[in-house]
Nanobody, 119 residues
Framework: QVQLVESGGGLVPAGGSLRLSCTAS????????MGWFRQAPGKEREFVAR????????YYADSVKGRFTISRDNAKNTVYLQMNSLKPEDTDIYYC????????????WGQGTQVTVSS
C-alpha cells in the first residue's frame, strides 16, 4: 500500500509564496501521474495541477496558471507545488493524489495541508 503525506502549508500574506511537498511511500512512485487538488469545507474539490510519470507533461487550472509550478523528484518519491503570487482565494486545503498509468481515477490521496492567504 502507498501512503501520500503533504507538507508545507501555512499562513502567508497575499502576494507571498509557499512550496508544498508530497512524499510517497513504496517503490512505484515513478509509474504514476501526480496531481494537486484543493477543497474548502462544503465545496467541490478543484483540480490545481498535474504532472505525468516522467515530469515531461504538466497541466494547470486557469486560476493558477502562471503562478503555480508543479514538479517532481522521483528519486525522492516527492512531488512539489511551488505557489507564488498567492491570493486570498487560494485559501484551501491542498491534497496530492496519484493516478496509475492508463487509469482513469486517482486512487490514493494524502491527508491534506492547509494553505491560508491573508488580505
Amino acid at each position: 500500500q502507498v501512503q501520500l503525506v503533504e507538507s508545507g502549508g501555512g499562513l502567508v500574506p497575499a502576494g507571498g509564496s509557499l512550496r508544498l511537498s508530497c512524499t510517497a511511500s513504496g517503490r512505484t512512485f515513478s509509474s504514476y501521474s501526480m496531481g494537486w487538488f484543493r477543497q474548502a469545507p462544503g465545496k467541490e474539490r478543484e483540480f490545481v495541477a498535474r504532472i505525468n510519470w516522467n515530469g515531461g507533461t504538466t497541466y494547470y487550472a486557469d486560476s493558477v496558471k502562471g503562478r503555480f509550478t508543479i514538479s517532481r523528484d522521483n528519486a525522492k518519491n516527492t512531488v512539489y507545488l511551488q505557489m507564488n503570487s498567492l491570493k486570498p482565494e487560494d485559501t484551501d486545503i491542498y491534497y496530492c493524489a496519484r493516478r496509475a498509468l492508463g487509469a482513469t481515477n486517482y486512487d490514493y490521496w494524502g491527508q491534506g495541508t492547509q494553505v491560508t492567504v491573508s488580505s
